[in-house]
């Protein structure tokens, strides 16, 4: 995990509202990527950014919005229009010409 | 469909004897294929990967994995289990996506390794 943080580690919230997760890397990566994880289902690509002030819908963008103002920082927001908010959320990110990923320890959110 | 696929659930193993997580994929052309590893509540860590040249690569905490382009197959494997191995293994393969890359992931394998 070491290089990339995500915060907060547990969140909870109420149905109807937006929150915003956290995701941070030290690494000088220049690809960021969301993933949603559900329990026997893998992990899942939401949103994808290879540079800065640009990204990339994955392929379960809709109820979640993103931003890349920063090279270092790409928060994801789980919008009310998640219809089925609550799972893993994982960031992980890439340098450029590197093939795997690397991935932050992850938040747990809770919509309730 | 392109696609990863890992037919266990879960892989019981008792300490020191081989072990074997298996995953099948489905992609046109040459794949680059990735194994990962998940302890509870934590990210994923990178384990191997495979892109080219010899079959059989060697990754971190003694796990290796065999490419096999007949059987589509890149099977994780470690000669002698250890309970520390108990964990969640997911394999992947990275698809293009326009002018980058994404990861596919397999629904993942629980390994239980009993002392």
């Known amino acids: 995990d070491g290089g990339i943080t995500q915060s907060p580690k547990y969140l909870f919230r109420k149905e109807g509202q937006n929150v915003t997760l956290s995701c941070e890397q030290n690494l000088n990566h220049d690809a960021m990527y969301w993933y949603r994880q559900d329990p026997g289902q893998g992990l899942r690509l939401i949103y994808y950014s290879q540079i800065v002030n640009d990204f990339q819908k994955g392929d379960i963008a809709e109820g979640y919005s993103v931003s890349r103002e920063k090279k270092e920082s790409f928060p994801l927001t789980v919008t009310s229009a998640q219809k089925n908010p609550t799972a893993f959320y994982l960031c992980a990110s890439s340098p450029v010409g590197i093939h795997e990923q690397y991935f932050g320890p992850g938040t747990r959110l809770t919509v309730t | 469909a392109q696609s990863v696929a890992q037919p266990e659930d879960q892989v019981n193993v008792a300490e020191g004897n081989p072990l074997t997580v298996k995953c099948t994929y489905s992609?046109?052309?040459?794949?680059?294929l990735f194994w990962y590893v998940q302890y509870p509540n934590r990210g994923l860590q990178f384990l191997l990967k495979?892109?080219?040249?010899?079959?059989l690569v060697k990754g971190s905490y003694g796990f290796e994995a065999e490419f096999n382009k007949s059987q589509t197959s890149f099977h994780l494997k470690k000669p002698s289990a250890l309970v520390s191995d108990s964990a969640l293994y997911f394999c992947?393969?990275?698809?293009?996506?326009?002018?980058?890359?994404?990861?596919?992931f397999g629904s993942g394998t629980r390994l239980l390794v009993r002392p």
């Open positions: 992609v046109s052309g040459n794949p680059y």
């Open positions: 992947a393969v990275r698809l293009r996506m326009d002018s980058s890359y994404k990861l596919i």
């Open positions: 495979y892109i080219t040249g010899d079959n």
